[in-house]
């Protein structure tokens, strides 16, 4: 596998002077903009783009070089703040292939006369550059880079960044200097919470940071992570660190952060690594490259440093970057295309969302056609229009969005976005009283979706009750939820179109046998809202009965592994509209309570019962995958044949481990079938306990028999 580097595109042709000045102009404005807000009218490529052609103009004609031209400046001259830095902090110098990341290591080693010792290799963190300054172990301040001698005092957040704790492990005088950025968990929280004050969504995990940190009075608060890659002393005022911390590689010292309590990349899949040659540097930017779209935070690219600190010195620095590092590019995750449509879907809960048709562009390696457009009013404020140029950021498992139309690139000839006046699937007034339109009629407006959705192969798993069936049955005004399905008479089916005896009684036993569903299928069946299969199936192992979820308030839903503050509010909502549904569900004997789990309230009588020492409990779901995460993938053979995925991970999940769909770092074992791809390759990498299915089979034996 081999990472495509961000093969840049041509330099910008500037052709005369009045061309080279508005290209200045237009590149500083636009690196203002950047590091203000963290928006830019240009997208990463274009201004690089940009950039170069400034320069290639100003290699061209040295006497013509403008004062406030971006070339050779941090930050591309765009100044910011007034406390001064004690080292400079400087910017990065850019490779984007393998060929000038070769021929970089080699004007390295030329300069300093000797191979280099060792090299660093690490993710570049797609965020904004702070510098943290702990005296006598207690963090004290918050610098922005600015423009690397003086940046602006953001020590308002501290707080609000996971990973940059108020206090170190010891206490110690020194400045961390990392990227404060947003997890994309943390992206699409902030985004929620945003869209609940009435605020616009940020378009990007980074502009999200940036405008979050800047942020001093807002009503509410909304996380952020650091990660640390660089430390320095700072003039002592007590105890300080090791005297020769100034000699220390690179890496050690970003130990000792990691053991200070600062949050660094070494806990993540793409932890750095020190390797001897420029092949092996080579081999990890592509591990790199290949973990990226699985990451749970952006990354643009790699940077490469010389470890060692005689290296580094020997090397020295620019006024701009050091000559000891670089970083590699990654394919920008943001490009320009063109909105070709709007599209008005509505969910199954009869929610009415606006979703994006584009002209197809790649973006990291997969073809973006639609994006997300939130609700209505987020198109008006970003003015909109059909036939707009926007910027389309995808990354990772962020669902791709619009982040805003290239005003400058407008012709006249966009048309307005027209927004629906009915619901588009039923003809129904819509509700617009809130920011997210839903049809007056809610989950019936979908009604053959909603039942169809119960009825599948991972809810309800009802044989015989296909679409066009449900169809039937809504049609004949036999059902108008799933719970009707339990209550259908064998002389209601026969009197419907090509239903005949056996296929009846077919139904009807399916229909039967869904009573017995786990829990966890049931929950699924609802469609609450936020959640899906593998959330349904955490709900139900935690709260066992579903008296015990519905007794549950929003705090007690955030117990559950992935509820957040907003998605356990969900939860709360959907429950109480569903309640009517749930009850009727009861009452005809469908089952509600998960098989093995213990509800919350007996595990908090189980501890205190106990040894009365806090003791761990016995985990209710003890099993032969206690503790492991566990990953499938490939087609499965012998007892697990007829499994399907879904069905793995409820079993895998019953035998007291955890599923997940992509291997990293914390994966225990992968188990991998025929026809097994990538995960097998990346588990390969990673050095992850791999097995076929019939091993992992063999592994359950005993288990198996007694939960089949
Ligand atoms: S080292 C003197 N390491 O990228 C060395 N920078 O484009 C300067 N960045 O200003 C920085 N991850 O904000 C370094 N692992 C990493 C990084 C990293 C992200 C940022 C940093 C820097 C910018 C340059």
């Known amino acids: 596998m081999t990472t495509s580097p961000a093969v840049p595109a041509a330099a910008a042709a500037l052709e005369d002077a009045s061309a080279y000045a508005a290209a200045v102009e237009t590149a500083t404005k636009a690196a203002a903009a950047y590091y203000a807000s963290g928006e830019s009218p240009l997208d990463d490529d274009a201004y690089d783009r940009l950039v170069r052609g400034i320069d290639a103009y100003e290699q061209a004609h040295p006497d013509e070089t403008a004062p406030d031209s971006p070339t050779g400046k941090v930050a591309g001259g765009a100044v910011v703040g007034d406390v001064p830095h004690t080292v400079p902090m400087l910017s990065l110098d850019n490779v984007f292939s393998a060929e000038q990341l070769v021929s970089w290591a080699a004007s390295v080693e030329r300069r300093i006369g000797r191979p280099v010792e060792q090299w660093s290799v690490e993710p570049k963190l797609d965020g904004l550059a702070i510098a943290a300054r702990y005296e006598d172990g207690r963090l004290v301040r918050l610098i922005t880079r600015g423009d690397g001698s003086a940046g602006e005092d953001v020590s308002h957040a501290i707080g609000t960044i996971v990973g940059l704790p108020d206090r170190l492990a010891e206490p110690v005088t020194l400045e961390v200097r990392g990227e404060v950025l947003m997890t994309n968990e943390q992206f699409e929280h902030a985004n929620t919470v945003r869209s609940e004050h009435g605020g616009p969504p940020f378009a990007n995990p980074r502009n999200g940071a940036a405008g979050t940190l800047r942020a001093k009075d807002r009503a509410y608060t909304v996380e952020m992570t650091f990660f640390g890659y660089g430390a320095l002393p700072l003039p002592a005022s007590g105890a300080t660190l090791a005297a020769d911390m100034g000699e220390w590689p690179h890496s050690r010292l970003m130990t000792h952060v990691a053991h200070l309590g600062v949050h660094t990349a070494e806990t993540t899949a793409v932890a750095p690594r020190t390797l001897a040659t420029v092949t092996e540097v080579q081999s990890r930017i592509e591990e790199i490259g290949a973990l990226r779209p699985e990451l749970a935070f952006g990354i643009d690219g790699i940077v490469i440093k010389a470890d060692h600190a005689a290296d580094q010195a020997a090397a020295g620095s620019g006024s701009r970057?050091?000559?000891?590092?670089?970083?590699?590019?990654?394919?920008?995750?943001?490009?320009?295309?063109?909105?070709?449509?709007?599209?008005?879907?509505?969910?199954?809960?009869?929610?009415?969302?606006?979703?994006?048709?584009?002209?197809?562009?790649?973006?990291?390696?997969?073809?973006?056609?639609?994006?997300?457009?939130?609700?209505?009013?987020?198109?008006?404020?970003?003015?909109?229009?059909?036939?707009?140029?926007?910027?389309?950021?995808?990354?990772?498992?962020?669902?791709?969005?619009?982040?805003?139309?290239?005003?400058?690139?407008?012709?006249?000839?966009?048309?307005?976005?027209?927004?629906?006046?009915?619901?588009?699937?039923?003809?129904?007034?819509?509700?617009?009283?809130?920011?997210?339109?839903?049809?007056?009629?809610?989950?019936?407006?979908?009604?053959?979706?909603?039942?169809?959705?119960?009825?599948?192969?991972d809810q309800l798993d009802i044989e015989g009750l296909g679409a066009t069936r449900v169809v039937q049955l809504v049609d004949a005004?036999?059902?108008?939820?799933?719970?009707?399905?339990?209550?259908?008479?064998?002389?209601?089916?026969?009197?419907?179109?090509?239903?005949?005896?056996?296929?009846?009684?077919?139904?009807?036993?399916?229909?039967?046998?869904?009573?017995?569903?786990?829990?966890?299928?049931?929950?699924?069946?609802?469609?609450?809202?936020?959640?899906?299969?593998?959330?349904?199936?955490?709900?139900?192992?935690?709260?066992?009965?579903?008296?015990?979820?519905?007794?549950?308030?929003?705090?007690?839903?955030?117990?559950?592994?992935?509820?957040?503050?907003?998605?356990?509010?969900?939860?709360?909502?959907?429950?109480?509209?569903?309640?009517?549904?749930?009850?009727?569900?009861?009452?005809?004997?469908?089952?509600?309570?998960?098989?093995?789990?213990?509800?919350?309230?007996?595990?908090?009588?189980?501890?205190?019962?106990?040894?009365?020492?806090?003791?761990?409990?016995?985990?209710?779901?003890?099993?032969?995958?206690?503790?492991?995460t566990v990953v499938v993938t490939g087609a499965m053979t012998g007892a697990l044949e007829k499994l399907s995925r879904n069905q793995m991970n409820e079993l895998i999940?019953?035998?007291?481990?955890?599923?997940?769909?992509?291997?990293?770092?914390?994966?225990?074992?992968?188990?991998?079938?025929?026809?097994?791809?990538?995960?097998?390759?990346k588990a390969e990498q990673l050095g992850t306990r791999t097995v076929t299915p019939d091993e992992f089979a063999g592994l359950l034996s005993g288990f198996l028999d007694q939960n089949a």
């Open 653 to 681: 999940e019953r035998a007291g481990g955890k599923s997940s769909s992509s291997v990293s770092k914390r994966t225990s074992l992968l188990v991998a079938g025929e026809g097994a791809g990538s995960k097998r390759e």
């Open 321 to 457: 970057a050091p000559r000891w590092a670089i970083a590699y590019k990654l394919p920008a995750v943001e490009k320009v295309t063109t909105l070709l449509d709007v599209e008005w879907n509505v969910g199954r809960t009869g929610a009415i969302a606006p979703r994006a048709v584009l002209r197809p562009v790649e973006i990291d390696g997969s073809t973006v056609t639609y994006a997300t457009l939130h609700n209505p009013a987020d198109i008006t404020r970003r003015d909109l229009r059909i036939g707009d140029q926007v910027m389309v950021y995808k990354a990772g498992d962020i669902i791709p969005r619009i982040e805003a139309p290239v005003a400058h690139l407008r012709t006249g000839d966009e048309k307005p976005i027209v927004f629906p006046e009915v619901c588009p699937q039923c003809g129904s007034d819509i509700d617009t009283s809130e920011q997210r339109w839903r049809c007056v009629r809610g989950r019936n407006c979908r009604l053959v979706a909603s039942v169809s959705y119960a009825a599948g192969r």
């Open 477 to 628: 005004g036999l059902v108008s939820d799933f719970a009707d399905l339990f209550t259908l008479t064998r002389e209601q089916l026969l009197a419907l179109e090509r239903m005949g005896e056996t296929s009846t009684d077919n139904l009807l036993a399916a229909i039967d046998g869904a009573r017995n569903q786990p829990l966890s299928r049931v929950f699924c069946a609802l469609g609450v809202r936020g959640t899906g299969r593998s959330m349904s199936r955490r709900i139900a192992r935690h709260f066992a009965t579903m008296d015990h979820i519905r007794a549950a308030d929003a705090e007690a839903l955030q117990q559950v592994e992935g509820i957040g503050v907003e998605k356990a509010r969900t939860v709360v909502a959907e429950l109480c509209e569903l309640a009517p549904l749930i009850d009727r569900l009861t009452a005809a004997g469908v089952n509600m309570t998960e098989p093995g789990a213990i509800p919350p309230a007996e595990t908090a009588a189980a501890a205190e019962d106990g040894d009365g020492g806090g003791a761990p409990l016995p985990a209710a779901d003890a099993g032969p995958l206690d503790g492991m």
